[in-house]
Nanobody
């Protein structure tokens, strides 16, 4: 079983920055990253990173967000710059295990972009 602990959400003004972290215990990842869900909308991809370090971004965040992972393959970080009100959502850590290829989700951390 994998436990995911997210941190780094909060309230920020438009144009500001936040850094999200997700720490996994129990296994290493094949793919790790973030999805988000705003009220009344479906959950959508934000960014993921593969075990080999290949990132993948939603078009809406390209050039503003940067995802990274650690060498131990148990942590992922999302640096979010130039935040916009439309980035407001609950952000969920997404984890696919290297062994067993099982998918896990974090509980979510709220990001609110507002003046």
């Amino acid at each position: 079983q994998v436990q995911l602990v997210e941190s780094g959400g909060g309230l920020v003004q438009p144009g500001g920055s936040l850094r999200l972290s997700c720490v996994a215990s129990g296994r290493t990842f094949s793919i790790m990253g973030w999805y988000r869900q705003a009220p009344g909308r479906e959950r959508e991809l934000v960014a993921t990173i593969t075990r080999g370090g290949q990132p993948n971004y939603a078009d809406s965040v390209k050039g503003r967000f940067t995802i990274s992972g650690d060498n131990a393959k148990t942590r992922a970080y999302l640096q979010m710059n130039s935040l916009k009100p439309e980035d407001t959502a609950a952000y969920y850590c997404y984890f696919v295990s290297w062994i067993g290829v099982q998918t896990y989700w974090g509980r979510g951390t709220q990001v609110t972009v507002s003046s």
